[in-house]
C-alpha cells in the first residue's frame, strides 16, 4: 500500500467512523487487550534485531490484517464514501453487511503426526498466509511390502501452493525433516530452523541435489511471516539445538512445543527456556500444542548427563573392545561416549554413513568437541591398535537390517568382524514396533559371543521426550486458554488430554485432532471445521506416491497366497486356443510335487474356455475374467487358499 492511499484512507475514516464498513471489523477490536485480541506488536518484549524491520513495515502496513482487507474494499468501493454522508442510506447499507461473512479465522491443520508416531507436519493459516512447522517422515509398519519411507499428503499446500510462505522446524530428527526433498520438488519455500538442525536439513538436501533458502534462527529472535510472527524458544531434546515456537497470530500467540524434554543438567547447558515459556504464559497463551511421546510414562525423564557416568563406569571396567550402538543425531550422546573413551585413553572409530555423515555436520559446526584430535581413527585402522584401546560408535540401535550393527552382527561388515569377548553397548530403546528386530541382533551378537549391555541391563540410554511430571509443567507455564495434544498415537492423545483435565482444564477446549482436521480460531472461539485431504504418501525407492492402495493390495495378496499365471495361446484366425493352458506357479505350490491338482486346474481352463466357445464368447477380456472365476473356485475348493490369478492370453 504506497503513501498515497494511505492519506485518502486517512480521509475516509472519520466519514466511515459510524459506517458499516467499521462495524464489520471482528468483534475483537484491534486495540483490546484479551488472549483472543489481534496480536499487538508491542506487547512482545522478545523482539531484536527484526524490530526496525518490522515496524518499518507496520508503518505501511496495519498491523490488524481486517483492517487492511477493509482498506481494500474501500479503494475498490469508492461509493462508499458518497453513500456514508447519507444516514438513510447508511442504515440500508448495515443490513446488508449483516449477511456477509463473518471475520476471517486462525486456522491450524496437522498434516501429520496424529495419531500416529512420525511424518509430523503443522500447518498455520490465516487468510492468504500459511506456513508449516515440521516436514517428516515415517518408517513404514511392516504390513507395507516393499515401502521404504512415508510422508504426509500435501495436497492442500499444493492447492494453496503461491500462499505457502516456509517451512519453520523444531529439531533435526527424520519424523521432522525427512519429508523436505519430496516437499520441495512440490512447493519451493524457504526452510528455517537453528544451525545443526539447518546443517542436517543440507546434508539431506545434497543426496536430492536440491538447493533451496536456508534460514537460520537463533532463540529469541522474532520472524515475521505474513501476519503471524514466529519465535523460536529453546529446548532440551535427544538432538541438539531443539527449539519450540511462539507464534503470535491474529487471534493470540499459540506454543507449539515440538518434540521436549526438561533437562536441567544438560551436556551443552542449553536448558528449556522455562522463563520465557512462564512469561508467554503471563502475557495470554490461545493454544498449546505440545509433544505426547511419553505421556503414558510417571514421573521425570532423566537428565541425558546420568548417561555419562555410566558409560564412564563401564569404559573403566571394560578390558576388550567396545562397540556402542546409538543415533546418529544424539550428538549429546555420541560427545558422552567420547568424552568416557577420552578418560579411559581410547581411540573412536565411527561407523554407518548416517554416524559418519551426521557427526561430520556437527563437528563442523561445533556441536562436537573432540577432547584430543588425534583421537579418531578411521574404520579401515581398527587393525593397527590393541582391542583394549578401541571404540566403535556405530549405528543399528533399532536393529535396522541394513545398518552397520546388522552387518557386524552378520559377517557382513567390510572393515570389521564381532569376536568374542567385544563388549556391545545398544545406547537406545526400541522404539515401538522394533522390539523383534532389536532382541535378533541382542541374540545374534550374542552368539558371535558378545558381551551385551542395554537399556534393561544399566542406565545407558535416557528418552528425549518429556514424562507426565514435565508435561504438566509444560502446562502450567503456558496456561493455554485451548489444549491440542500432538504427536502420538491415540492413546497418548487421550492420555496427554485427561492429564490437562487433571490440572483444571475444561473437557470443551482440548482438542484431540485427526491429520487433515481444521481447527479454526475466531471472534467466538475455536470450533472444528471442514477437514482437508490428509493421509500417507508412499515412497518405494525412486518413486513418490506412485505406489498407491491397489499396489500395496496387491503385494499383500501376493506374499499371502501366491501367484498362479495362466499362459494360453489363441488362433487369430479361429479365436480359440490352439496350445495350453500351461500354469506357472509362484509362492503358491511347487508344481512338480502338485502334478495332481495342476491337472485339475488345466482341465477345469480347458472346459471353461469350452464353455465359452459354446456360447460364441470370444473377446480376450470376457474369456479372461471367465477362466479366473473358475479356476479360483477350482484352487479354494481344492486347497482353501486364493492365490492372485493372472490369466496371460497369446494371438498366433
Ligand atoms: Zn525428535
Ligand atoms: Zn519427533
Known amino acids: ?289 505440545s509433544d505426547s511421546t511419553n505421556v503414558v510414562r510417571e514421573g521425570y525423564t532423566m537428565s541425558e548427563s546420568s548417561v555419562g557416568d555410566t558409560f564412564e563406569e563401564i569404559f573403566r571396567h571394560a578390558t576388550s573392545r567396545i562397540i556402542v550402538a546409538s543415533f546418529a543425531s544424539n550428538v549429546h550422546r555420541v560427545q558422552q561416549i567420547i568424552n568416557a573413551a577420552y578418560q579411559n585413553n581410547r581411540k573412536v572409530a565411527f561407523s554407518g554413513r548416517s554416524m559418519v555423515n551426521v557427526t561430520g555436520v556437527a563437528r563442523e559446526l561445533g556441536y562436537l568437541k573432540l577432547p584430543s584430535q588425534d583421537m579418531i581413527i578411521d574404520i579401515k585402522d581398527l587393525g593397527r591398535y590393541p582391542e583394549n584401546e578401541l571404540v566403535v560408535i556405530t549405528t543399528g540401535s533399532q536393529g535396522e537390517p541394513m545398518s552397520a550393527l546388522a552387518r557386524m552382527a552378520n559377517s557382513e561388515h567390510r572393515n570389521m568382524e564381532i569376536t568374542p569377548g567385544d563388549l556391545v553397548i545398544l545406547s537406545s530403546s526400541p522404539i515401538p514396533g522394533n522390539e523383534k528386530s532389536v532382541y535378533k541382533i541382542i541374540n545374534q551378537l550374542t552368539k558371535k559371543g558378545a558381551k551385551m549391555i542395554y537399556e534393561s541391563l544399566a542406565d545407558v540410554h535416557v528418552s528425549g521426550h518429556a514424562k507426565q511430571e514435565e508435561l504438566k509443567l509444560m502446562q502450567a507455564l503456558v496456561k493455554p486458554k485451548y489444549f491440542v495434544p500432538v504427536h502420538g498415537e491415540y492413546v497418548h492423545l487421550d492420555k496427554h488430554k485427561q492429564l490437562a483435565i487433571s490440572m483444571g482444564m475444561h473437557d470443551k477446549n482440548i482438542f484431540i485432532l485427526n491429520n487433515g482436521s481444521v481447527l479454526e480460531f475466531g471472534p467466538e472461539g475455536a470450533k472444528l471445521g471442514k477437514p482437508v485431504q490428509a493421509g500417507r504418501v508412499f515412497i518405494d525407492g525412486l518413486g513418490v506416491g506412485d505406489v498407491g492402495n491397489i499396489v500395496l493390495r496387491d503385494r499383500k495378496h501376493l506374499s499371502e497366497d501366491g501367484l498362479i499365471i495362466i499362459v494360453v495361446a489363441i488362433s487369430s484366425a479361429t479365436g480359440e486356443h490352439i496350445s495350453g493352458p500351461d500354469l506357472i506357479s509362484r509362492g503358491f505350490v511347487y508344481v512338480r510335487e502338485s502334478e495332481v491338482l495342476m491337472e485339475g486346474a488345466r482341465n477345469v481352463i480347458e472346459e471353461e474356455l469350452k464353455k465359452c466357445y459354446a456360447k460364441n464368447i470370444k473377446d480376450w477380456a470376457s474369456l479372461k475374467s471367465s477362466v479366473r472365476d473358475a479356476l479360483s473356485q477350482y484352487i479354494y475348493q481344492s486347497t482353501k487358499r486364493s492365490p492372485m490369478i493372472l490369466p496371460v492370453f497369446m494371438e498366433v
Not at 543440507?202 to 529469541?220: A, D, R, S, W, Y
Not at 529472535?221 to 538432538?239: A, L, N, T
Open 1 to 289: 500500500m504506497t503513501k498515497k492511499n494511505a492519506t485518502e484512507e486517512t480521509v475516509v475514516v472519520p466519514n466511515s467512523a459510524q459506517s458499516p464498513v467499521t462495524s464489520e471489523a471482528p468483534k475483537v477490536a484491534p486495540t483490546k487487550k484479551t488472549n483472543n485480541g489481534p496480536a499487538k506488536k508491542k506487547t512482545n518484549p522478545n523482539q531484536n534485531q527484526n524490530q526496525n524491520q518490522n515496524q518499518n513495515q507496520n508503518q505501511n502496513k496495519p498491523q490488524n490484517p481486517n483492517q487492511n482487507k477493509q482498506q481494500n474494499q474501500n479503494q475498490n468501493k469508492p461509493q462508499n464514501q458518497n453513500k456514508n454522508k447519507n444516514q438513510v442510506e447508511q442504515v440500508v447499507f448495515t443490513e446488508e453487511n449483516s449477511k456477509k461473512p463473518a471475520a476471517s479465522v486462525l486456522k491450524i491443520i496437522p498434516l501429520g503426526g496424529l495419531n500416529e508416531i512420525g511424518k509430523n507436519m503443522t500447518v498455520y493459516q490465516y487468510e492468504d498466509d500459511i506456513f508449516v512447522v515440521d516436514c517428516g517422515m515415517a518408517f513404514p509398519e511392516d504390513e507395507l511390502l516393499g515401502i521404504d519411507v512415508v510422508i504426509p499428503d500435501i495436497s492442500y499446500l499444493k492447492k494453496n501452493a503461491s500462499k505457502v510462505k516456509g517451512i519453520f522446524i523444531t529439531h533435526g530428527h527424520e519424523d521432522h525433516i525427512g519429508a523436505i526433498p519430496y516437499f520441495l520438488r512440490e512447493i519451493n519455500v524457504p526452510i528455517y530452523g537453528t544451525k545443526l538442525t539447518l546443517g542436517l536439513v543440507e546434508n539431506k538436501l545434497k543426496e536430492h541435489k536440491l538447493n533451496p533458502k536456508l534460514i537460520t534462527i537463533v532463540p529469541g529472535q522474532v520472524i515475521k511471516v505474513g501476519v503471524f510472527e514466529v519465535e523460536p524458544i529453546r529446548v532440551c531434546h535427544s538432538i541438539a539445538d531443539a527449539v519450540a515456537y511462539a507464534i503470535t497470530t491474529p487471534y493470540g500467540k499459540v506454543v507449539q512445543t515440538g518434540d521436549f524434554k526438561i533437562d536441567f543438567t544438560p551436556i551443552d547447558g542449553q536448558k528449556t527456556d522455562l522463563h520465557r515459556l512462564a512469561r508467554l504464559g503471563d502475557e495470554g497463551v490461545l493454544a498449546l500444542l
